[in-house]
């Protein structure tokens, strides 16, 4: 097998050696998921999986880490399924490990979950 393949492949294209070539987005923070994204910014996928956590005594708990079917199975076609499954199982553990900042992720959403109380209180403070 040549080098081009064995690393893991966005059906656009675009090559992603390692986790630092992923994009990461915490815009569902109510939902506390962080999207994984391809990082061309014309791709037609964009988003290749998600992190789910949960926070408990300050400290993030995965609930659910997965790479999408389309992502997968398209690695699993030019890798084989044995390959694929342990490349594209690194690749999420070293964004959880290694590229994920967990203190500033628990930090912006105990700060949204502050500000989400505060304006319930003033709208109770309004309404009665």
Request: glycine share 4%; net charge negative.
């Amino acid at each position: 097998m040549g080098s081009e393949e064995s690393n893991a492949q966005c059906p656009c294209g675009h090559k992603l050696n390692n986790s630092s070539d992923y994009n990461i987005l915490y815009l569902k923070k109510e939902m506390r998921e962080i999207d994984i994204l391809c990082p061309n910014s014309v791709c037609y996928l964009g988003e290749l999986g998600f992190i789910k956590f949960e926070i408990t005594d300050n400290q993030a708990e995965l609930n659910h880490t997965r790479f999408y079917s389309p992502y997968v199975t398209w690695n699993a076609t030019r890798l084989g399924e044995d390959k694929a499954s342990l490349l594209l199982k690194s690749h999420l553990k070293e964004l959880i490990t290694e590229k994920i900042n967990w203190r500033q992720i628990i930090d912006e959403t105990l700060k949204m979950e502050k500000l989400d109380t505060q304006l319930d209180i003033k709208e109770d403070i309004i309404n009665d």
